[in-house]
């Protein structure tokens, strides 16, 4: 089984590659991850709304794929037996999977029962916060199969910007390595940039690369409201705001400098942007920022142990 935190043999990776032209779907929640993920396969990887495979314990999110013309379920379960799907996204809160732990009495919240034995390949990709693969594959696959699922299984994290085909996804292995089907990094890439980073620093990566989102959305608008306050259009300002971030972000990426480096080479003494850099500092802004992720990963766990 691929994914760095795989030790205990619970199954065989995949032999044949996946066709991607005709693989089946499955997504296990119906929430914003999905939503993400769903829009960004149809309208940037050409996935056919009909591939696509939904469930969820209610249709109160659900319904909007149904009338996107996917297809939902109110069974975990149909996911991977009746629907039979090759690519499957597990975007549930992480309590269902510790609560299936807790309790392992079967019909489980996960999933009524262990998945079925299938010839065909699977392919697992987690999206849960705070949740090991280990105790996903605990939830998952029958011990008493123990090596004969044909499963490849990842943890990963991906961004919103992937439902416009702009996401950054940190994934447990070597993207560019066999640790990868050829056939998932094809359709990953599709809506976002990978980057491997251990299983171990998921969370932190989720913090950052998730809710900094928004945190991000946050700088842009306070930046646009700013110019607003120093006489600039709204629409400029919004614009300006945005393009000043994607230059930022572009020239650090590309150039590889340290951002205080590329601050420094903004700044001249005694100048407007050092002045305006002081006033951040003197309003803890850098702190607020460390604190802001920090809080975000705390929370994560918090929701862990919270019902959904
Ligand atoms: N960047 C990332 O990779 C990233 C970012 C944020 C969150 N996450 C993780 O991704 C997961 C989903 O996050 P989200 O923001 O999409 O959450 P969300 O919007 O709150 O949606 C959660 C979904 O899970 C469904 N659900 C609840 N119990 C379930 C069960 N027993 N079986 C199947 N589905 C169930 C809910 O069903 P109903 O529609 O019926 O309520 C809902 O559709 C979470 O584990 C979160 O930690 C990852």
């Given at each position: 089984m691929s994914g760095s935190n795989s030790k205990r043999?619970?199954?065989?990776?995949?032999?044949?590659?996946?066709?991607?032209?005709?693989?089946?779907?499955?997504?296990?929640?119906?929430?914003?991850?999905?939503?993400?993920?769903?829009?960004?396969?149809?309208?940037?990887?050409?996935?056919?709304?009909?591939?696509?495979?939904?469930?969820?314990?209610?249709?109160?999110?659900s319904i909007r794929f149904k009338e996107k013309g996917c297809n939902i379920t109110k069974r975990n379960y149909d996911i991977f037996g009746k629907f039979d799907c090759d690519v499957i996204f597990i975007c549930c809160p992480g309590s269902v999977v510790l609560d299936c732990l807790r309790d392992p009495k079967r019909p489980h919240p996960l999933c009524t029962n262990f998945i079925p034995l299938t010839s065909k390949d699977k392919y697992i990709f987690s999206l849960v916060s705070g949740v090991k693969l280990t105790q996903l594959q605990t939830v998952l696959l029958n011990?008493?199969?123990?090596?004969?699922?044909?499963?490849?299984?990842?943890?990963?994290?991906?961004?919103?910007?992937?439902?416009?085909?702009l996401g950054i996804c940190a994934i447990d292995v070597e993207p560019d390595s066999n640790k990868l089907s050829a056939s998932l990094r094809t359709l990953l890439s599709t809506i976002s940039k990978l980057e491997h980073v251990p299983e171990e620093q998921m969370d932190a990566a989720c913090a950052i690369c998730g809710a900094g989102l928004a945190f991000v959305y946050c700088f842009i608008k306070a930046?646009?409201?700013g110019a607003l306050k120093a006489g600039l259009d709204r629409s400029i300002a919004i614009k300006f705001a945005a393009k000043t971030l994607q230059c930022a972000a572009q020239s650090l990426l590309e150039t590889g400098k340290h951002p205080g480096e590329l601050r420094d080479h903004v700044c001249a003494p005694g100048g407007p942007a050092i002045e305006g850099i002081n006033k951040m500092n003197n309003l803890d802004l850098n702190?607020?920022?460390?604190?802001?992720?920090?809080k975000s990963k705390d929370f994560a766990f918090k929701l862990l142990t919270a019902k959904p």
């Amino acid at each position: 089984m691929s994914g760095s935190n795989s030790k205990r043999k619970r199954s065989k990776s995949p032999s044949k590659p996946l066709e991607l032209e005709t693989a089946k779907l499955g997504f296990i929640g119906s929430g914003k991850m999905t939503e993400s993920l769903v829009n960004g396969f149809i309208d940037y990887g050409k996935v056919d709304k009909k591939r696509i495979f939904i469930s969820a314990p209610t249709e109160k999110n659900s319904i909007r794929f149904k009338e996107k013309g996917c297809n939902i379920t109110k069974r975990n379960y149909d996911i991977f037996g009746k629907f039979d799907c090759d690519v499957i996204f597990i975007c549930c809160p992480g309590s269902v999977v510790l609560d299936c732990l807790r309790d392992p009495k079967r019909p489980h919240p996960l999933c009524t029962n262990f998945i079925p034995l299938t010839s065909k390949d699977k392919y697992i990709f987690s999206l849960v916060s705070g949740v090991k693969l280990t105790q996903l594959q605990t939830v998952l696959l029958n011990p008493d199969h123990k090596g004969k699922y044909i499963i490849e299984m990842h943890r990963i994290v991906i961004n919103p910007a992937c439902a416009y085909g702009l996401g950054i996804c940190a994934i447990d292995v070597e993207p560019d390595s066999n640790k990868l089907s050829a056939s998932l990094r094809t359709l990953l890439s599709t809506i976002s940039k990978l980057e491997h980073v251990p299983e171990e620093q998921m969370d932190a990566a989720c913090a950052i690369c998730g809710a900094g989102l928004a945190f991000v959305y946050c700088f842009i608008k306070a930046m646009a409201d700013g110019a607003l306050k120093a006489g600039l259009d709204r629409s400029i300002a919004i614009k300006f705001a945005a393009k000043t971030l994607q230059c930022a972000a572009q020239s650090l990426l590309e150039t590889g400098k340290h951002p205080g480096e590329l601050r420094d080479h903004v700044c001249a003494p005694g100048g407007p942007a050092i002045e305006g850099i002081n006033k951040m500092n003197n309003l803890d802004l850098n702190g607020s920022i460390i604190s802001a992720v920090e809080k975000s990963k705390d929370f994560a766990f918090k929701l862990l142990t919270a019902k959904p």
